[in-house]
């Protein structure tokens, strides 16, 4: 915007503009920043000690790192945070793209009442959902068990599947269909070879969304997982309320890798179906 | 049903069947603990027949004794015995010790007369009311969670009456969840438009690599960033550290920033701030430049053309995300529970802590529909305001 | 029964070669379970002649015992967890081959009750503290244990006989003593040393928020003790409505200054933080932060309030013949010392107490550290876990409504 034509007052408040902004800005990623310098602490607390500040060597380690690498329920906790993150997903991505493809047709009967039943585990307060999971799993004999956590798990990403699907699906020319169909294409050809490249994007995007979710999820986790189905997360709720250690700020910093990851994958996503869709 | 209808339908059925069983029904089965509870008639089915026509007042009857030691002897042999004392000494505290206590030495008399024996046990089976509080457990559906919920009881004639004020505690949590909740949608809206609007008119390189910095928070752990507050907030952390070192605060003056409402709204404000940011952003670049332009071409300051213009055609993107994050807010757990302590704790909290540690289920359920109930009807005006049609991930 | 000397020193007893599990009729399992079982204090080099007398039994039984699986232990976590890691869980294992999965919980009976009425039983030994083991007991949670399973004490004195007067209970078997105490951080408290409750609920002479267990036990006591109640009329107070309005009262006044805590490993942690001035803990967490990571913290033992810690099998767990085994070997006097040599606990058999030693990483004298030695007991205050049984839910209940306020 041009404004620089503006008497001081606007350029004194443009500061005041600016100047704020760089306090939100560092109150957004002060978290972030201060966490991976910590991990690195070598005293078992969580406060920078004068050694570190002085940048003595001494006073960092990698001490926490060994310990988490060396320790079997951290591992165990990773492996069943990726088994149960990877298979809800699969689950959450093949029904949320199904469901987003009828959604998206202009003939779907009850749209709104579909769409908010399936919006619905995003809203709902995971608490709730938590709650309401564990009596009605206890009672399967779901509780307990993978099995269990990977439904839950599901139900809770695919409305992320969902929403994406449907975006990609909204920016689609649908005179392709028609296009293909003339040509004498069936739908499964049409989906396959038609709409699917072109929504890939979006399904991928969104199955990343469902594996964040379930990569992060807690709650759910707290109330149903036994000691054999402890995830990442579990294992650091349990770090942080119970057995209180800085080897939660070395996963920390390792989560935040992934977090850059996943972020730099889905804006490339973005990118890739922003240039096919052409918007 | 047209056939593309009964397609699309086709296409929808495994989701909403899949949603429908694994999300939709456990929600249901929770509401129905919140006004069903069988427990003690399943256990106690004789005694409360015997019970039925008891005018509340008078003793019982040998009868109801003689069934009350049987089924109690029973309920102890099946181990459902302290599940049923449990509910027992919600409606009527102190009930649980009689009855567990009781069961266990019953086993020692086998014969009555049961009043006789009974009464010999424990003074409290000559109360009249430790028998009606055992007919009201023995309802199997109840208002009385509700009631509880909304810190209300049902007196002994019936009537309905508040709680005696030192146990009124859920309303004003309600108050203070929503309070809170406002107060941290507020924060977000005043931290999170500001820099939208920096990112909506940065040249693009800029704009994508701010709009980097808003989404990494987004992407990171809840648990990690929760933590981060920790070692941010405590009172040997970081910021005290900073206000210490600049002089604004006394070495043996240090404040108390978390496990109080401070960390609570802190630590949420940072987690839901990119739920505020992002459907604002994306509304903002939607408006032409040149309206700001036209506008101070015509001859107003900025901030009037910024309140007449811009601010307006941003409002559905502020009531859009505003309404994300208090729906968010009002439900939030972990953060709460982690960096809270006692006086930053939101419903959910009390939720979590019927269901873990007092296991009043019942409760958790009430106060779980109450609050299903809230976040539904803000639902209901996210989709109004047309929130969920614009809801993009990134 | 009879105790045979080790060759490399340490005990073993090898028990009878059949065992009653049960003691009413219908209930009364005859298992051929114990093929001579084999106790032996901290593993090493006895653990081979052990397993050789064991294995030797065996053969003489002509039954081997069969390959088990794992069992979940739960107890309080931190360094506590690590005591009885390697006091006794590492040595079952190496013993029996029955894998453990140890987890940690806060204490209470919430998580044992809701697993028994949702059918989710996936605990089996749990270590409780007293009331909660006796409340647990009464409602049928847990499973009854009998006295004459455990391993005898020296020269055949029945465990009954070994056991110190009110530490085995119908279900659960005492195994520990420890105490609820506070301690402070000498570095941090400036004007003055506590010595006193009253001093902990003094914040006019000593400023700074306070570190209490989000649980009514053990604060009403301190406040009643605080507020000048005689240490043996604490419990009769407590048992009036006066009583317990004159404790929540005592607790108003620090009320704003207090952080609640919910684990046994966060005191030692908010104490070295600075989140806190002082707090009440656990004495052995304090002392493993005193003794591993040289914290300057300080006991104070006035008031201090004395428990057993109770090992109980979970009614309904699948493999109840580990969990007894489990629970025999983990009350030998010889393990109870062994847990002792890594945390302040001490043992609570008779034969138990002159194994007491030194701390296995440090070699630090135990014995004055401890909760139960004369110089810690002159104000001590033995928890009353009967009035706790009939009265924690009424008093979690007013706690918790008392807390929201």
């Known amino acids: 915007m041009n404004m620089t034509a503006a008497e001081p007052g606007q350029r004194i408040g443009r500061i005041v503009h600016r100047t704020a902004c760089a306090l939100i800005f560092t109150f957004l990623m002060a978290p972030i920043l201060v966490i991976v310098p910590l991990s690195f602490n070598a005293e078992p607390y969580f406060t920078f000690t004068e050694g570190m500040l002085r940048l003595d060597p001494d006073a960092w380690s990698l001490r926490w790192y060994r310990q988490i690498l060396g320790d079997d329920a951290w591992r165990r906790a990773f492996a069943n945070s990726l088994f149960i993150g990877v298979a809800s997903t699969a689950l959450a991505t093949v029904l949320g793209t199904l469901a987003a493809l009828g959604l998206s047709s202009p003939d779907m009967p009850a749209r709104r009442l579909a769409m908010g039943l399936m919006i619905s585990p ?73 709409q699917l490249p072109l929504i890939a994007p979006g399904v991928v995007s969104g199955a990343l969304f469902a594996f964040a979710t379930s990569f992060d999820e ?3 986790v707290l109330f149903m997982a036994g000691e054999d189905q402890r995830t990442l997360p579990r294992q650091m709720w349990g770090g942080i309320r119970e057995q209180i250690s800085p080897a939660i700020l070395a996963v920390a910093t390792f989560l935040i890798v992934f977090a850059v990851l996943l972020l730099l994958t889905v804006d490339g996503l973005r990118r890739r179906a922003a240039a096919a869709g052409g918007r | ?34 006004v069903h509870d069988p427990v003690v008639a399943d256990a106690l089915p004789d005694t409360l027949d015997r019970l039925r026509g008891w005018d509340g007042q008078s003793d019982p009857g040998e009868a109801a004794y003689a069934a009350a030691a049987r089924e109690l002897l029973r309920a102890r042999e099946e181990r459902t015995l302290g599940r049923v004392a449990s509910r027992m000494n919600r409606v009527r505290s102190g009930l649980r010790s009689v009855v567990v206590r009781s069961a266990r030495r019953l086993q020692d008399f086998p014969d009555g007369p049961w009043r006789a024996v009974m009464l010999d046990i424990d003074d409290d089976w000559g109360d009249p009311a430790t ?13 009385r969670h509700y009631l509880n919920a909304a810190d209300l009881q049902r007196l002994s004639d019936g009537s309905i009456a508040r709680q005696p004020p030192d146990q009124r505690i859920y309303l004003p949590l309600l108050w203070r969840t929503l309070t809170v909740s406002l107060g941290i949608t507020g924060l977000c809206l005043a931290l999170g438009y500001p820099i939208a609007y920096l990112i909506a008119h940065a040249p693009p390189g800029r704009a994508g690599f701010l709009l980097g910095l808003v989404l990494l928070p987004f992407w990171t752990s809840l648990l990690v960033r929760t ?69 101070a071409s015509l001859g107003a300051g900025f901030p009037r053309a910024f309140l007449r213009v811009y601010w307006p055609q941003t409002l559905s993107g502020v009531g859009a995300g505003s309404l ?5 807010a009002i439900g939030y757990y972990i953060t709460p529970a982690l960096v809270g302590g006692q006086s930053g704790q939101l419903i959910s909290n009390f939720i979590a802590y019927h269901m873990q540690t007092s296991l009043n289920w019942g409760l958790a359920g009430a106060l779980g529909g109450i609050l299903l109930a809230c976040v539904a009807v803000l639902y209901l005006l996210f989709d109004r305001v047309g929130g969920l049609e614009r809801m993009r991930l990134r | 029964m009879t105790p045979i000397p080790n060759v490399v020193g340490h005990r073993a007893v090898l028990e009878g070669d059949r065992v009653r599990i049960g003691w009413t009729p219908a209930d009364s399992r005859v298992l051929d379970a114990d093929r001579g079982r084999a106790v032996t204090p901290t593993g090493g080099p006895s653990a081979a002649a052990v397993r050789v007398a064991a294995l030797t039994a065996a ?54 009750r809701a697993q028994v009425e949702t059918g989710n039983v996936h605990w089996d030994v749990v270590d409780f503290e007293t009331a909660d083991a006796v409340s647990g007991c009464d409602e049928g949670l847990l499973e009854p244990i009998d006295p004459a399973l455990l391993a005898p004490g020296p020269d055949g004195v029945p465990a009954e006989d070994d056991f110190l007067p009110g530490t085995l209970l119908e279900c659960s078997v005492g195994t520990l003593f420890y105490s609820t105490i506070y301690a402070y951080n000498a570095e941090r408290l400036t004007g003055g040393k506590p010595a006193t409750l009253e001093d ?19 604060n009403l006591e301190f406040a009643l003790i605080a507020d000048g109640v005689p240490l043996d009329e604490v419990y009769a107070t407590l048992d009036t409505p006066a009583g317990i309005d004159r404790a929540f009262r005592k607790l108003d006044t620090i009320k704003d200054q207090v952080v609640w805590y919910d684990a046994g490993a966060q005191p030692p942690q908010m104490l070295a933080d600075g989140e806190v001035v002082m707090s009440t803990a656990f004495n052995g967490r304090i002392f493993n932060a005193q003794n591993l990571e040289n914290q300057p913290f300080v006991i104070v033992w006035d008031g201090q309030l004395l428990d057993v810690s109770q090992l109980a099998i979970v009614a309904g767990t699948p493999d109840i013949e580990a969990a007894l085994d489990l629970v025999r070997f983990a009350s030998t006097a010889a393990s109870m010392a062994a847990v002792s040599r890594h945390i302040a606990y001490s043992p609570t058999r008779r034969s138990g107490a002159p194994l007491v030693s030194t701390h296995a990483e440090t070699g630090v004298d135990m014995d004055p550290h401890m909760p139960a030695h004369p110089e810690n007991t002159r104000r001590a205050l033995q928890n009353d876990w009967a009035w706790w049984s009939d009265n924690r839910d009424d008093m979690n209940e007013r706690f918790s409504a008392w807390l929201a306020r």
């Open chain 1, 122 to 194: 995003m809203v709902t307060p995971l608490i709730i959902s938590a709650t309401g999971m564990f009596f009605f799993y206890s009672t399967l004999g779901l509780s307990q068990t993978h099995a269990g956590l990977i439904l839950a798990h599901a139900a809770l990403g695919t409305p992320f599947v969902v929403i994406t699907v449907t975006a990609a699906l909204s920016a689609f020319d649908t005179n392709l269909t028609r296009a293909a169909a003339s040509l004498g294409a069936g739908p499964l050809q049409i989906f396959r070879r038609v």
């Open chain 1, 218 to 220: 807690v709650v759910v």
């Open chain 2, 1 to 34: 049903m047209t056939r593309p209808a009964r397609r699309a339908a086709a296409l929808t059925l495994p989701l909403v069947a899949f949603t429908g069983v694994t999300f939709v029904i456990p929600l249901a089965t929770m509401l129905v603990r919140s």
């Open chain 2, 131 to 143: 028998w009606r509080a055992i007919r009201t457990a023995g309802d199997r559906f109840t208002a």
């Open chain 2, 227 to 295: 933590t981060s507050w920790i070692v941010l907030l405590q009172t040997q952390g970081v910021v005290n550290d900073l206000l210490v070192a600049v002089g604004l605060v006394a070495d043996d003056g240090r404040i108390a920033l978390v496990y109080n409402m401070t960390g609570t709204v802190v630590a949420m404000t940072h987690v839901l701030l990119p739920f505020m940011v992002l459907p604002v952003y994306s509304i903002m670049r939607a408006i032409p430049p040149q309206q700001m332009r036209a506008a």
């Open chain 2, 324 to 328: 994300l994050v208090f729906i968010l």
């Open chain 3, 59 to 112: 053969l003489a039984c002509g039954c081997a015992p069969p390959p088990s699986g794992s069992l979940t232990v739960v107890s309080l976590g931190g360094s506590y967890g690590q005591a009885l890691v390697k006091g006794y869980l590492e040595p079952f294992t190496a013993e029996t081959g029955v894998e453990i999965r140890l987890d940690d919980y806060n204490g209470g009976l919430a998580q044992v």
């Open chain 3, 200 to 218: 902990f609920f003094d914040l006019e002479r000593f400023p700074g928020r306070r570190g209490l267990r989000r649980v009514p036990f053990a």
